[in-house]
């Protein structure tokens, strides 16, 4: 019976080292150079790992200074309540905590933001052409009527030259079309006066806002409140600012209802006197005969004296 085959049997060479055993791969590490740190982990693995800082200390609630328009009356008893007000409203958004320049100079910000709105509205008022027209138109019917007086003198000894009839009906035709124009312009006129009504309303808020806000920065600089220095050093700045200001809007005030009177005066004088009492005057002269005796040319020249006057009144 044949015995099983058996594998070869691996030939030594005289002379030769043994076979090594396998040897398990070892990863290879990153080379540095000395005195150099090894390679930073990566600062996407590092942030993933570190917590988000909170923005805010949580549990902590925003201290603001509850200061009632009452105190602030006992504190300034010469403060008109239409100022405790504004001034009561100013200091309930102040927080002391971090009280810096920033927040000084957001006191009253609002409100010359207010006084900026309605002095370009005022500008746009005093800078529109309608009533400056309108003013020209006026006085050049005036004068057109006064030329037209010594045509109706009582008697030939009371003027000295009259106009010629031709004059006289060149005149009318003037008188006639600035009328018509100075209605035209009346709507307009209308506007601006509404515009006016609304721009001291917002002149009048403002100046309230302002002093209020002047009287917040001069109880914010109290010593007891004990505020940061960085804000606390530039409240009287901000105070003599807002004053200023309020007094400046004062002045448009007063400039404004200058304007408003003469505004006023001019829309009265279009409607009682050109567009009534002129139409009137102009209905009488076209009934009139070419030729008037002595009775009728004086009441033609009462009647335009009495509409001469109605515009300078």
């Known amino acids: ?99 810096g320049w920033r927040q000084v100079q957001a006191l009253g910000a609002a409100a010359q933001e207010r006084f900026g709105r309605a002095s370009d509205r005022l500008l746009a008022v005093s800078r529109d052409e309608a009533q400056r027209a309108a003013l020209q138109h006026v006085g050049r019917l005036v004068e057109l009527l006064g030329e037209m007086l010594p045509a109706y003198g009582a008697s030939a000894g009371l003027w000295s030259r009259r106009p010629r009839q031709q004059d006289l009906q060149r005149g009318m035709r003037e008188v006639d079309q600035l009328r018509k124009t100075l209605r035209d312009l009346l709507p307009r006129l209308d506007g601006l006066c509404a515009d ?68 006023d005066s001019l829309r009265r004088q279009i409607r009682e006197t050109v567009l009534t009492a002129l139409p009137a005057w102009l209905a009488t002269w076209s009934a009139a005969p070419a030729e008037p005796n002595e009775t009728e040319r004086f009441n033609l020249h009462q009647a335009l004296v009495r509409l001469i006057d109605t515009f300078k009144s």
């Open 196 to 263: 006016l009504d609304r721009a001291q309303a917002e002149l009048d808020q403002a100046r309230l806002e302002l002093a209020g806000a002047a009287l917040a920065c001069e109880y914010l600089s109290r010593p007891e409140l004990n505020l940061p220095r960085d804000g606390a050093d530039r409240l009287p700045e901000r105070g003599l600012e807002l004053s200023r200001a309020a007094v400046a809007a004062l002045q448009s005030l007063q400039l404004l209802a200058a304007q408003h009177q003469s505004l």
């Open 1 to 99: 019976m044949n015995a099983p085959l058996q594998p070869p049997k691996p030939r030594v060479v005289q002379g030769a080292a043994p076979a090594a055993e396998p040897v398990a791969a070892v990863p290879r590490q990153p080379r540095t150079v000395a005195g150099m740190p090894a390679a930073a982990a990566p600062v996407a693995a590092v942030a993933a790992q570190a917590p988000p800082m909170p923005r805010r200390v949580p549990g902590v609630a925003r201290r603001t200074l509850a200061v009632t328009a009452a105190e602030l009356g006992r504190l300034f008893p010469e403060q008109p309540e239409a100022v405790l007000q504004p001034a009561a409203a100013v200091l309930a958004a102040v927080s002391p905590d971090g009280f």
